[in-house]
């Protein structure tokens, strides 16, 4: 499984969080709501239902990630449908030319590395719907809504380095098998925090759909 370098990660989240974020691990922004299924507060693991979220993808495949994120957050910060201005949970600093609807920043960030569905997904604030989601402007981004999304879900700190993920990835799985889960799809991955964090306060997960 494909994660994001240090050297991609970096510009991604210095752009996305750049004073949202703190060394203490603050990240400042809405996080997606879900409801708790399962919890073992030993292995830092959750079973999680989301309800419904909706989601503004790119994909990393065509044009690499750091264009997929360029263009999501050209997408929050106006280039979408709109007139009605909101004001960003996470103040950040682009350019607002063109500018439309502006989209609060919800955490966590999602990356999925299947083969054929390289995509990164930003999670819209709560109260928006399909039908209330601002059209994009950019035709190259789709609208999405997941419901009943259950997964389980491990939290760890440092980086979302390659081994980091693997490890953990690894002790998701093997918990899954050991508690009688099937896993509906591959691992992705989820980053709460901006690079100013320290890596021992940062939040990162690995995510497994299950049935």
Same mark, same amino acid.
């Given at each position: ?25 603050? *990240? ?69 030319? *063109? ?8 955490? /966590? ?26 059209? /994009? ?57 901006? /690079? ?7 939040? *990162? ?7």
């Amino acid at each position: 499984m494909k994660v994001l370098s240090p050297r991609v990660w970096l510009p991604l989240f210095a752009a996305l969080l750049t004073t949202g974020c703190s060394v203490f691990g603050d *990240n400042g922004v809405e996080s997606a709501p879900y409801t708790l299924l399962k919890a073992d507060t030993s292995q830092n693991i959750e079973v999680r239902n989301y309800d419904s979220m909706i989601l503004v993808s790119a994909n990393m495949a065509a044009d690499g990630r750091n264009s997929a994120f360029r263009k999501l957050f050209k997408y929050i910060g106006g280039e979408n449908e709109g007139a009605v201005s909101i004001a960003m949970t996470a103040p950040v600093i682009m350019d607002t030319a *063109n500018k439309g609807k502006e989209i609060a920043m919800t955490a /966590p960030v999602f990356m999925s590395n299947r083969p054929g569905d390289s995509m990164m997904s930003f999670v819209m604030p709560k109260d928006f719907t399909l039908q209330t989601t601002p059209k /994009p402007t950019n035709p190259e981004l789709m609208v999405t809504e997941l419901n009943d999304y259950k997964v389980a879900a491990i939290q760890f700190s440092g980086t979302l380095s390659r081994s980091n993920v693997a490890k953990h990835t690894e002790l998701l799985q093997a918990w899954l098998s050991a508690n009688g889960y099937t896993s509906k799809s591959a691992p992705i991955e989820a980053g709460y925090n901006g /690079p100013l964090t320290l890596p021992m306060l940062r939040r *990162n997960e690995v995510l497994i759909e299950i049935n």
